[in-house]
């Protein structure tokens, strides 16, 4: 069974008026997203990893550095899949009930998640992610490199902002602060991540 690529979750041009071009998802879901779904379905044919789940292919692969190239690929995979999903043509503002109380009980305030986060998704060197994780309990900040991501390290992802150039280029060309800026307060999918805490 092939590895398939989700359809966004909103028009491609639905956040034109957040400072996301349909341009830039032309490229980033249509090109770069679609090339690690083709590219992981040319790795693991004929394998035993072909009909797993992807989150189990992740896990398998991230253990094994014989097989980096599948993993790179799955954890794009599914990095990507899970992005588009915080994202919303509503998003942005302030979490509400139990995910705001956790996020104040494990930062202090929503204002030094906000810092923590952003300052992990500007100091990401290079490509990678920054995320916002429970972690056996506590909500966490974490930034991976490249294709890493939480499910690799046992953590149960809630939140990512993809800190690749070609998530922001089009939109913010060189100026990573303002896509990061951006992102905190106008595209968050609070309700996606609610229901992740829920399901945590």
């Given at each position: ?11 491609s ?11 830039t ?6 090109k ?12 693991v ?37 899970f ?15 139990e ?58 992802a ?16 060189n ?12 595209l ?13």
């Open positions: 069974m092939a590895f398939t690529q989700p359809a966004l979750p909103f028009p041009n639905a956040l034109e008026h957040k400072g996301m071009k349909a341009e998802f032309e490229y980033h879901y249509g770069h997203h679609k090339a690690y779904v083709d590219n992981l379905n040319k790795l044919e004929g394998s035993d990893l072909a009909s797993k789940p992807l989150e189990e292919v992740i896990q398998i692969a991230f253990k094994d550095s014989s097989k980096a190239g599948i993993f790179n690929n799955a954890a794009q995979v599914w990095n990507h899949s992005f588009w999903n915080c994202l919303s043509p509503n998003g942005g503002g302030a979490p509400t009930g995910l705001a109380t956790r996020i104040e009980k494990d930062f202090g305030s929503f204002d030094k998640f906000k810092e923590e986060f952003s300052n992990a998704a500007a100091t990401q060197f290079g490509s990678g992610w920054a995320w916002l994780v429970d972690d056996g309990g506590t909500l966490k900040v974490m930034k991976t490199p490249n294709a890493e991501n939480p499910l690799a390290h046992g953590k149960k809630l939140l990512t902002i993809d800190v690749w150039e070609h998530a922001y280029y089009i939109d913010f060309k100026a990573r602060p303002g896509f990061i800026k951006n992102f905190l307060d106008n968050v999918n609070w309700d996606f991540v609610a229901h992740n805490l829920a399901a945590a």
